[in-house]
Nanobody, 123 residues
Framework: QVQLVESGGGLVQAGGSLRLSCAAS????????MGWYRQAPGKQRELVAA???????NYADSVKGRFTVSRDNAKNTVYLQMNSLKPEDTAVYYC?????????????????WGQGTQVTVSS
């Protein structure tokens, strides 16, 4: 019952910026962690950035200083501000949420994924 919808991807020139958004909806009790993963052709999916409900953040070394993750808990939305983009940032970016939902009379924590949004950085 959790849906994640990403937006903001596109084509940008090296050195440019993009801002990704991911809005979660559904029967959510609490989202403990929201984050962004990316997957480039021929490579494994990797964590880009994550943020907890307490605004603790974690970044991949490759994006530190360039990307900023933030969230609006009231809106169940996470953002990824990407600056100084490089061609190696080209990938499909996926939103992820570790959410607690109610199934019957039980609380269940599980991962949920968005459909992905393409980010292409030209040289």
């Amino acid at each position: 019952q959790v849906q994640l919808v990403e937006s903001g991807g596109g084509l940008v020139q090296a050195g440019g910026s993009l801002r990704l958004s991911c809005a979660a909806s559904g029967s959510i009790f609490r989202i403990n962690v929201m984050g962004w993963y990316r997957q480039a052709p021929g490579k494994q999916r990797e964590l880009v950035a994550a943020i907890t409900s307490g605004d603790n953040t974690n970044y991949a070394d490759s994006v530190k200083g360039r990307f900023t993750v933030s969230r609006d808990n009231a809106k169940n939305t996470v953002y990824l501000q990407m600056n100084s983009l490089k061609p190696e940032d080209t990938a499909v970016y996926y939103c992820n949420a570790q959410a607690i939902t109610v199934e019957g009379l039980k609380w269940v924590e599980s991962d949920h994924w968005g459909q992905g949004t393409q980010v292409t950085v030209s040289s």
